[in-house]
């Protein structure tokens, strides 16, 4: 089995004369505002020729529509997990592809002659997936974990090669509107996490090498330029210090870094395709339009939004809008009241209004302005945004918060799934009265308020 890098989350696995394409990502993505970094457009033709394809989940940064309609054999088959939600293996059957193999997490499915392969997805709300390759002759195995979070239990052991995701791939804290040394801080607090839950992944799998993969991307739009190569987006001579303290033992395999290409020739080369986001014609958002938008995002996400009530302040262009959530039969109840406020460039407000962009595409573009009052981490409206167009996912959140199977851990009695991402709670760090799942670092007292986010949890003395 031989492994080959063709950029951020992209691998070629040959077995054989077969060929494995995992995530090729070579067009930009999230409204054109990420590009894949260093320059890996010369591998395009090769991985058109592949025997297989496996896609990990609808992030546009591994699942890149445009390249693949450009692949000349749609007979070809087609990995992809098993979701709650049918989103991916629609979209890849609307791309013409006809042989889409759906895998459950745990499966093994013997690939080519001396090739297995093992689907691994996540169990929480959220859809993504990891790969595990085995090749049958010499039992090495690699993992293709791109930016999925597993379970504890879940990681696979004794893992020859590891490829995971060392740099950040969200929108907090750049996108709110905290002062320079805020975002400094805050910055440094996300990049911190990042790579302790990669060394946590590291450990778990007990890899031997390690190959950094799934970013950064770059960004090249003048007006998002700023985000490169700082904040949450580290290169990994950044954080290869770290990780080798945290992981002596690991040995760093040679991946594409972006040190090694000059960005200014990147910037010119694809100036036209970076360019021609403002060039697209477009309609400003009309009233009835967002109203009927949220109010579709409240109907089909009911269950998740029952018993919740917020106000949301929309700015775009020279418009505001006031979105009020969980209104009554549609009257209001109180006055006006916005704990969220979102600056939305009229463009994007646009694409997200006609359905060719979702709040969580838009929101990773980093284009989107937000403030929160207070600056506290709500749940509900995170959810609905990031996961409201699928609601499945929203669905799963809800009955994770309400689990009722409960451990005992230090003379406490404690749910024994996180409410957040169904961790289990019996591998949480409880120390100086805080309890600490090692998943997302999402933290309680030992009365069970939230220090994150507003899930509280119920905790009692054993």
Known sequence: MNVEHIGHAGFIVTSGDKKLVCDPWFNPAFLKSWFPWPDNRHHMDAARTADALYISHAHEDHFDREFLKTMPDKGIEVLVPRFRSSYLTK???????????????????WLFKNLDVKMLIDQSHKEDSALLCEDLETGYRFLNSNDCELAANDWPQDIDLLAAQYSGAFWYPHCYDYTQSQQVAKAKEVVKNNIDRLCRRIKLTGAKKYLPSAGPAVFLDPELRHYNFSGIFPQ??????????QCPDITFHSAMHGGIYFFADYLHDRRHEWQS?????????????????????????????????????????????????????????????????????????????DGRATWET??????????????????????LLSFGDRPAQTRAM???????????RDGLILPRYCPHAGEDLSIATICDGVIECPRHNWSWTTSGECITAQIPIEVRKA
Do not use: C
């Open 236 to 245: 990994f001579v950044d954080v290869e210090e770290e990780i080798e303290r």
């Open 398 to 408: 809800h009955r994770a918060q309400r689990a009722s199977e409960t451990i005992t």
């Open 91 to 109: 979209e890849i059957k609307e791309l013409g592809f006809i042989n889409v193999h759906e895998m459950v997490h745990g499966s093994t499915y």
């Open 277 to 353: 986001w403002f060039y697209e014609d477009y309609a400003p958002a009309e009233s009835h339009e967002l109203a009927a938008h949220f109010r579709n995002l409240e109907r089909t996400n009911s269950v998740f939004l029952q018993d919740y009530r917020t106000d949301l302040a929309i700015y775009s262009g020279r418009d505001d809008w006031q979105v009020q959530l969980g209104v009554v039969k549609g009257e209001l109840e109180e006055s006006f009241d916005p704990h969220y406020f979102m600056n939305v460039p009229p463009r994007v407000l646009r694409a997200v209004l």
């Open 362 to 383: 838009a929101l990773l573009s980093n284009r989107i302005k937000l403030k929160r009052n207070p600056d506290k981490y709500d749940y509900k409206l995170m959810g």
